[in-house]
């Protein structure tokens, strides 16, 4: 399953973005991204505070695509070439075939609808390149706009798991929210 993806052309595009695999450029814009307090708040990492650590987050993302172990876009905007967030699935099981999506958006640009555009690119390149049946995004459960987005997306809310994991220093509850590619074939 997971294979099929990683030999596909991967770069994404739609009407205002380019979604392609991060390069070492582009860590000026990750830690633009990931430095941002807000950007970060329900974020796994706490904000950035180096270059370094944007340089080191992203080889993280390049070497995770080379080892076949994630697939992590850099969104891209058509009208300045400005990466602006990533996106992109990790957490393969080829045996429930399954992945897992995670994204971020730079504070600039939100409530532009450009997740909007950016992820659904990613849900049919998965579905469409592979065999992949169900696609999970894990939500903190006072992230509502991530909630939204995923639900507008056709993500189903299948529940809430609390002390799921240790997230910046502390236990947190999370909402696991899933979509089936029956569910998303007939949209």
Not at 26 to 54: G, H, Q, W
Not at 96 to 117: C, P
Not at 127 to 146: H, K, M
Not at 157 to 182: F, H, N, P, S, V
């Amino acid at each position: 399953m997971k294979d099929e993806l990683f030999e596909k052309n991967l770069i994404l595009e739609s009407e205002r973005l380019v979604l392609r695999p991060l390069e070492e450029k582009d860590a000026e814009n990750v830690f633009e991204i990931f430095s941002d307090t807000e950007v970060m708040r329900y974020y796994d990492l706490l904000p950035f505070k180096s270059m370094e650590e944007a340089h080191r987050q992203t080889r993280f993302f390049m070497q995770a695509l080379a080892d076949r172990m994630m697939i992590r876009w850099g969104i891209v905007l058509k009208e300045n070439a400005k990466l602006v967030g990533t996106c992109g699935l990790f957490a393969f099981s080829d045996a429930d075939k399954k992945a897992e999506l995670g994204y971020d958006l730079n504070g600039n640009y939100q409530h532009r609808g450009i997740m909007s555009e950016a992820i659904p690119l990613v849900l049919d390149f998965a579905f469409s390149n592979s065999d992949i049946n169900r696609i999970e995004a894990f939500i903190e459960i006072p992230n509502t706009a991530s909630q939204l987005l995923v639900g507008k997306l056709g993500f189903i809310k299948e529940g809430e798991m609390r002390d799921y994991e240790l997230c910046r220093g502390q236990l947190i509850d999370i909402t696991l929210w899933a979509l089936l590619r029956r569910d998303w074939e007939i949209r």
